[in-house]
């Protein structure tokens, strides 16, 4: 009997400990700024923006200059939430108020890391691998430095890569998603600790 207790409890645990889920955050569309104007949020998470105050708001990805990831909402006056936005790859993501040109703001996406042994990491820049005609790119320089090296010399893309560090220290990692010419800014660092 107790046996079986304890196999049960080893099993509820791991429905616990599952996948983590997406969290939703929100922007908020005031007067003529979004609060707050710069999101951080891991990878995979979603994000929307609501407009409570009076004012129409017309956000949009700032796609045509330098954003992968398009987006358009139209917000009248006090319009509730807009539809979310899931951020699938790593790199920093900037939009703004085609209404109010001073209306501003980015989302980050924040890379994670998984240890493989003392110098090596799995590096995940997607939730999966990029679709045909995009990528990531992954680079990555010793704290303290100044100098960034692309990881793998170019672009991939796989939703991981694996980092084997040149040598013990800690290390910064940063990534970005691509389409040809069109680039996000590149995510938050990540740093890393090797033996």
Not at 7 to 32: H, K
Not at 97 to 120: E, L, P, Q
Request: proline residues 5%; glycine residues 10%; aromatic residues 10%.
């Amino acid at each position: 009997m107790f046996r079986r207790a304890l196999i049960g409890a080893a099993l509820f645990s791991l429905v616990l400990a599952g996948p983590a889920m997406a969290a939703t955050s929100t922007v908020t569309a005031s007067d003529d700024f979004f609060s707050p104007s710069s999101k951080s949020v891991p990878l995979g998470d979603r994000v929307n923006w609501t407009n409570p105050a009076a004012g129409s708001h017309r956000h949009t990805s700032t796609a045509n200059v330098s954003n992968p990831v398009k987006w358009n909402f139209n917000m009248p006056d006090g319009s509730g939430v807009s539809p979310t936005v899931t951020f699938g790859h790593v790199g920093s993501f900037a939009y703004h108020c085609d209404v109010h040109a001073s209306m501003k703001g980015s989302v980050s996406v924040r890379m994670s890391a998984t240890r493989i042994d003392a110098n090596s990491w799995t590096v995940r820049a997607g939730s999966s691998s990029a679709p045909a005609g995009f990528a990531h790119r992954l680079q990555f320089r010793k704290k303290g430095t100044t100098a960034w090296t692309t990881l793998g010399g170019g672009t991939f893309t796989a939703a991981t890569r694996r980092f084997d560090a040149p040598s013990a220290g800690t290390w910064q990692l940063h990534g970005r998603y691509e389409k040809g010419g069109t680039v996000s800014g590149y995510s938050p660092s990540l740093e890393v600790v090797t033996q």
